[in-house]
């Protein structure tokens, strides 16, 4: 995989928003595409654009998997990887099923290493032979220890 630019954040709290926001384009010195809910996320959303989607999970309205599930239907939307942000336990994601995200990054997390966190999680991912196209292999689920 390149190097990760352009990061679609979706994320409810206008706080959390600004912080992740400066870690990833002040640290990171990524893009970042920022939608307060998951329906402006739908309508945001550009497969050619943006490398990666980083999701609240719990959101009023539309939550961060129902968010995910309804992407991945949009053109390009399979193919892009997606991070979980939550303050939920790893039981209450247990239960998220059909939802397959890269990876789960807890709450709260260290500004100062997100970007390099999630820019680790792009490179791992499998390579994509067809850019804008489905990966050559489906992208896996990482959960992290909450201890």
């Known amino acids: 995989m390149g190097e990760l630019r352009h990061v679609l954040l979706v994320e409810d709290e206008p706080d959390l928003r600004e912080l992740v926001r400066l870690a990833l384009s002040a640290v990171g010195r990524m893009e970042v595409t920022i939608c307060a809910d998951g329906q402006t996320a739908l309508e945001t959303f550009n ?47 247990d239960g998220v099923d059909g939802v397959a995200a890269a990876a789960v990054i807890a709450k709260p997390f260290d500004p100062l290493t997100l970007a390099a966190e999630l820019q680790a999680i ?26």
């Open 47 to 93: 497969a050619g654009c943006h490398d990666l989607v980083l999701l609240d999970v719990m959101m009023p309205g539309m939550d961060g998997p129902e968010t995910l599930r309804r992407l991945r239907l949009l053109p390009g939307g399979a193919a892009v990887p997606a991070v979980f942000l939550t303050a939920r336990t790893r039981t209450d994601l």
């Open 122 to 147: 792009y490179q791992a991912l499998p390579r994509r032979d067809n850019p804008g196209g489905p990966p050559s292999e489906p992208i896996p689920t990482e959960r992290r220890s909450w201890s």
